[in-house]
């Protein structure tokens, strides 16, 4: 059931983690590497963060680790679940320098990434870590302010158009900077539901 675990790359969701790693649609000097997702294939949760954080995500090849990742970890235990349980992947493949917010040229080259992921893995909840991940699930890409959903909020979005739930949530590294990190944990406890 776990295809992508310790390197491994299975099935479909397997060729969608290869393409990822595979893809130079953008520009190398912006770009620090690239990360894959990791979990559950027949996950009902599925999360996705902005893009892989520079050095951490890259050494250990997998989507949040450091504070963010602890806050998650944190998120998951109290549902009950590990990382194992859910699949976890970003909106952009790649880490850029500095750790900047991938731009829109990035987001919409891996866009169609997101998209197969979504439809293999057919989570019956995706959560939107933070606004880049909710804009490109819903194929927003504009630099005018937009709207979000309340955070903790589930709405119905097309994705790709087919109608899925998005939980939306503050990126965790952001409720960490604000000191929202209670915050972020009582938003996710919404998945209850679907665990």
């Avoid at 999360?47 to 995500?57: A, D, I, S």
Wanted: overall charge positive; glycine content about 8%; hydrophobic content about 40%.
């Amino acid at each position: 059931m776990v295809v992508i675990k310790k390197g491994k790359l299975n099935g479909s969701v397997g060729k969608v983690q290869r393409a990822r790693l595979a893809c130079r649609r953008c520009k190398d000097e912006i770009i620090a590497g690239r990360s894959i997702a990791n979990g559950d294939d027949h996950a009902r949760i599925m999360l996705v963060g902005q893009n892989p954080c520079y050095p951490k995500c890259l050494q250990y090849m997998r989507p949040f680790t450091g504070g963010s990742g602890r806050l998650i970890d944190d998120a998951l235990k109290i549902l009950g679940l590990i990382r194992d349980d859910v699949f976890i992947t970003n909106a952009v493949s790649c880490a850029t320098y500095d750790n900047v917010q991938p731009s829109l040229e990035m987001r919409r080259n891996c866009q169609s990434f997101l998209f197969q992921e979504v439809e293999e893995i057919d989570p019956n909840v995706i959560v939107a870590l933070g606004t880049v991940a909710f804009d490109s699930l819903v194929g927003r890409f504009t630099k005018k302010r937009q709207e979000y959903p309340k955070p903790g909020s589930v709405t119905d979005q097309w994705v790709n158009f087919r109608p899925k739930r998005i939980l939306y949530v503050p990126h965790p590294a952001y409720a960490m900077r604000m000191g929202k990190g209670k915050e972020f944990l009582e938003y996710m406890k919404v998945l209850k539901v679907w665990v």
